[in-house]
T-cell receptor, first 114, second 113 residues
Framework: DTGVSQDPRHKITKRGQNVTFRCDPISEHNRLYWYRQTLGQGPEFLTYFQNEAQLEKSRLLSDRFSAERPKGSFSTLEIQRTEQGDSAMYLC????????????FGPGTRLLVL | QQQVKQSPQSLIVQKGGISIINCAYENTAFDYFPWYQQFPGKGPALLIAIRPDVSEKKEGRFTISFNKSAKQFSLHIMDSQPGDSATYFCAASMSSSASKIIFGSGTRLSIRP
């Protein structure tokens, strides 16, 4: 399967714990995006990378959130000191700059903070 | 700030009927308008997309109608099938902002057999 993959698919944690999610984009894609989707809503943009550079962060991305893409391939999204309001589906997408704007989404990581 | 407004929130259509979902946008800088389909527990998947230089795009049973002057666009699903039951999101993006996608709030479509 050469699509976008995310790990883990589900995560249950207690309030105050740190969690880290991983995204592996389509191999030739140089852009990688993180979105958050709460129940009954559309995905909301969090941040994006072009290669290893993080070029934009949404206001939704508080100081407790950090994302990295160290070698321009996979990316990680870490949430520190999780809160119940962080419970959501975290979606990763990738695209190829210079081509159509089509973003291909992964299956998401569903986070539940108790 | 909701830049893409979508309606209805939910829709029930009989098998074989036409499903119509409407969206409106505010920012005239948007230049790419995709529709995504999402099944429960899955990520969104691109269904069909249009640019503002055309008024209609058709792919199989799916058609986007685009009205640039009204800043509105819609998705029509012809001969709707039970397998089309999913949540549909309209969206918009700007080439100048690395195509960050702004999504509508979604329409939950149910096709009755």
């Amino acid at each position: 399967d050469t699509g976008v993959s995310q790990d883990p698919r589900h995560k249950i944690t207690k309030r105050g714990q740190n969690v880290t999610f991983r995204c592996d984009p389509i191999s030739e894609h140089n852009r990688l995006y993180w979105y958050r989707q709460t129940l009954g809503q559309g995905p909301e943009f969090l941040t994006y990378f072009q290669n290893e550079a993080q070029l934009e962060k949404s206001r939704l991305l508080s100081d407790r959130f950090s994302a990295e893409r160290p070698k321009g391939s996979f990316s990680t999204l870490e949430i520190q000191r999780t809160e119940q309001g962080d419970s959501a589906m975290y979606l990763c997408a990738s695209s190829l700059s210079g081509s159509s704007e089509t973003q291909y989404f992964g299956p998401g990581t569903r986070l539940l903070v108790l | 700030q909701q830049q893409v407004k979508q309606s209805p929130q939910s829709l029930i259509v009989q098998k074989g009927g036409i499903s119509i979902i409407n969206c409106a946008y505010e920012n005239t800088a948007f230049d790419y308008f995709p529709w995504y389909q999402q099944f429960p527990g899955k990520g969104p998947a691109l269904l069909i997309a249009i640019r503002p230089d055309v008024s209609e795009k058709k792919e199989g049973r799916f058609t986007i109608s685009f009205n640039k002057s009204a800043k509105q666009f819609s998705l029509h699903i012809m001969d709707s099938q039970p397998g089309d039951s999913a949540t549909y999101f309209c969206a918009a993006s700007m080439s100048s902002s690395a195509s960050k996608i702004i999504f509508g709030s979604g329409t939950r479509l149910s096709i009755r057999p």
